[in-house]
Each structure stands twice: as structure tokens, then as C-alpha cells.
């Protein structure tokens, strides 16, 4: 008898990430860490991944994957400290090469940074299939948000990261480089052709009408309820909102540091020869 997928989700929020830890049989895949960042003082620390370390060594757990559903643009990510602190290979789409040119030339990085997506363990391609214990995960590319989203599909639940939000709150922006609303559109459909009873564990939740965070959902759900993409919303209804959203949303407050520390694999930037590791801050880049 197969095993279920269980999930433990650790919410950060200073950035609204839900980070979950998918679990069978004694295997793990920890799915978009964040790192604790201070952008006043530029110190990053542990604190959040060390509770997922806590838990996971509590419960006697064999990491074999620490996924990235996408270039995050709200918060570092925690992916080597977890690799360094657990084990388990960092996993991405394999678009994140895409990802890496574009902002390759936003930060000027033409000295010591090769955007080949060498810097993570695996890059995954289009309906890539992978283990998680008995599980056979699926990778689904995503895109429109980034080139690179993807979603993971492993057992009864999908992972949709930014892709997807809960019913009201929606979907996700597509207004950064090279997003575009119509693929969005059309990422959003093939999740939605999931089985009704497929679990959706979203990447982040605001909290809408102060009705508490939640980032569980279904597929059967988000097709009768989702504000942007219920069933009877149409592409080109849908790109015409997100366009008109997108206008008016502000740029995420760590974009800059996070970005260019996410393509990276979630390394900081090579430290200088006062030992100290700089970010950089394009100004009237966007």
C-alpha cells in the first residue's frame, strides 16, 4: 500500500512565504525556504530554517530535495544553508537560465557569474519526473509570473508556488521581466486540469479581510471560487485584469536584494577583500 504525502507548512511572515515540507515514508522535500533578512542593516540569519531543521531532525527525515518553484523576488532563500545543514539537492526549472541572462544585465554580473544554472544541484525540464520516498513527483512547467516557474505535482498535492494563490487573493503578477499574463493564463489551466481533489499548497498568502493565513486549498475549489481564474473566465479577461492590476502594484520591497542572491542558488555574493559580501543597487533600473 502506497503511503500518503503529508505536509508540514512553516509560515515566515515578515515576507508571507509558506515554506512546506512535504513527507513519505521517511523521505522529505522542503519546498521554497526562506532566509530571515534584514534590509535596514543588511543581516541575514537563520532563525526560520533552523525551525525546519529542528522539526526534521525531530522526526528522523532523509531530505532528498530542497525545491524551488521559482526566482523568488520577496525573500532570499534558505536552500545551501538547509543543503549544508540536511542534505538533499536543490532543485529548480531549468528556465532559470532565462531568468539569470535578464538579470545578469540588471546587476551588471559579467565577472565570476555564469547564468548556466550551475549554481543549483538539478534544473528540472517540462514533465521531469522524480522520487520522494515511494512518491513519483512531476515537475510542471509554469510560466508567466517568471519563464522559470514551476509547479511540483507529488502525490495528491501541488506545489504552485507564486503561480497561484488562494481563491481570494487570486493569481500572481506578471509584470517583472519577461512575465507575460496570457502564458499565466494558460499555466493556471493545466493546474486546474488536475484532479478536483488535488491539494493546492500556494507559495504565499496576505491574509485578504483579515481572515487569517491559509495555503491549502483544491483544485475543485480554486475552479468554482478563484476571483481571477474561476471556471467561465476567459485568457483574454484574465490578461485584460492582470494588466490593469500590474499598473498599479508597487515593486516588492526586497526584489533587488533577493533576486540577485536567488539566481545565485542562494549564495551571497563572493565576498570582497575585506571579507564582507556586497549587494548591488541599480538605480532607475526599473
Known amino acids: 500500500m502506497t503511503e500518503s504525502l503529508e505536509i508540514h507548512t512553516f509560515f515566515h511572515q515578515a515576507t508571507c512565504t509558506a515554506t512546506h515540507l512535504a513527507t513519505v515514508s521517511g523521505h522529505a ?9 534584514d534590509p535596514a542593516s543588511g543581516r541575514t540569519s537563520t532563525q526560520s530554517a533552523d525551525e525546519i531543521i529542528a522539526y526534521v531532525k525531530q522526526e528522523n527525515l532523509a531530505v532528498d530535495w530542497i525545491l524551488e518553484t521559482h526566482v523568488h523576488a520577496d525573500h532570499l532563500t534558505a536552500a545551501p544553508y538547509l543543503r549544508e545543514k540536511l542534505g538533499g539537492k536543490v532543485g529548480i526549472g531549468e528556465n532559470v537560465r532565462a531568468v539569470q541572462k535578464t538579470f545578469q544585465e540588471v546587476f551588471n554580473l559579467h565577472d565570476g557569474f555564469t547564468p548556466d544554472g550551475s549554481q543549483f544541484d538539478h534544473l528540472f525540464g517540462d514533465d521531469e519526473t522524480f522520487k520522494l520516498g515511494n512518491l513519483t513527483g512531476k515537475v510542471m512547467h509554469t510560466p508567466g509570473h517568471t519563464p522559470a516557474c514551476v509547479s511540483y505535482c507529488i502525490g495528491d498535492a501541488v506545489f504552485v508556488g507564486d503561480t497561484l494563490f488562494m481563491p481570494d487573493f487570486g493569481s500572481a ?107 548591488k543597487m541599480p538605480l532607475n533600473a526599473f
Open 29 to 37: 522535500a522542503i519546498i521554497d525556504a526562506a532566509l530571515d533578512y
Open 173 to 279: 503578477r506578471c509584470d517583472f521581466p519577461d512575465g507575460d499574463a496570457g502564458l499565466l493564463y494558460r499555466s493556471i489551466q493545466r493546474i486546474l486540469q488536475l484532479p478536483p481533489e488535488t491539494r493546492v499548497f500556494v507559495g504565499h498568502d496576505y491574509a485578504p479581510g483579515d481572515r487569517g493565513y491559509e495555503w491549502e486549498c483544491t483544485v475543485a475549489r480554486e475552479r468554482a471560487e478563484n476571483k481571477h481564474v474561476r471556471d467561465g473566465i476567459d485568457e483574454a479577461a484574465f490578461v485584460a485584469m492582470r494588466q490593469e492590476r500590474d499598473a498599479e502594484l508597487s515593486m516588492p520591497g526586497l526584489i533587488l536584494p533577493s533576486v540577485q542572491v536567488n539566481i545565485r542558488g542562494g549564495s551571497l555574493p563572493p565576498a570582497e577583500e575585506n571579507g564582507i559580501s556586497y549587494l
